[in-house]
T-cell receptor, first 113, second 114 residues
């Protein structure tokens, strides 16, 4: 079945460091791929999405490219800030009557000043 | 209005209580979802409503009873819960059209069952 695998956290970085959070997926067909961010005590916020191979999603300095050949959707940011500290979830959507999400386990990011 | 709202923000209830969670969106979305999220885990899908009809029930115990009174409102009725049901309950909605595979989440209700 479909699945999403994310790198284990927590990831601890200094402010202005480069961020990569790995995400790979297994799916039949061509799912859309998403990154969501969850700040402490809050719900999930859509960060970015990509709907087909080679699409690049971007938002707030974060980027991820839909790589079908490596079944990956790695999240990157060139210079992280303390305010980026949160849990990041990779997800894919598949149709089952309506759309269902398969979430990764989440990666906690901690950015130190 | 571009958000999903949930009330209450926090809820503490005993195992014999009956309570309800409420979710509202005014974005014209026709699919709405309930998720349960335990600490340090991803959200787990519970129910999906499409055009106010229940389309997916992920084998959720009957002590959770969803209701969709209209296209903007989604309720989750709780009765005889167990302490292990304590979690963050998230509501989400998704639009029609090219963005229909994208879900927009509310802030959640933090539920504690004593």
């Amino acid at each position: 079945g479909d699945s999403v695998t994310q790198m284990e956290g927590p990831v601890t970085l200094s402010e202005e460091a480069f961020l990569t959070i790995n995400c790979t997926y297994t799916a039949t067909g061509y799912p859309s791929l998403f990154w969501y961010v969850q700040y402490p005590g809050e719900g999930l916020q859509l960060l970015l999405k990509a709907t087909k191979a080679d699409d690049k999603g971007s938002n707030k300095g974060f980027e991820a490219t839909y790589r079908k050949e490596t079944t990956s959707f790695h999240l990157e940011k060139g210079s992280v800030q303390v305010s980026d500290s949160a849990v990041y979830f990779c997800a894919l959507s598949r149709i089952s009557g309506t759309y269902k999400y398969i979430f990764g386990t989440g990666t906690r990011l901690k950015v130190l000043a | 209005d571009t958000e999903v709202t949930q009330t209450p923000k926090h809820l503490v209830m005993g195992m014999t209580n009956k309570k309800s969670l409420k979710c509202e969106q005014h974005m014209g979305h026709r699919a709405m979802y309930w998720y349960k999220q335990k600490a340090k885990k991803p959200p787990e899908l519970m129910f999906v409503y499409s055009y106010e009809k229940l389309s997916i029930n992920e084998s959720v115990p009957s002590r959770f009873s969803p209701e969709c009174p209209n296209s903007s409102l989604l309720n989750l009725h709780l009765h005889a819960l167990q302490p292990e049901d304590s979690a963050l309950y998230l509501c989400a909605s998704s639009p029609e059209g090219h963005d229909r595979d994208t879900q927009y989440f509310g802030p959640g209700t933090r539920l504690t069952v004593l």
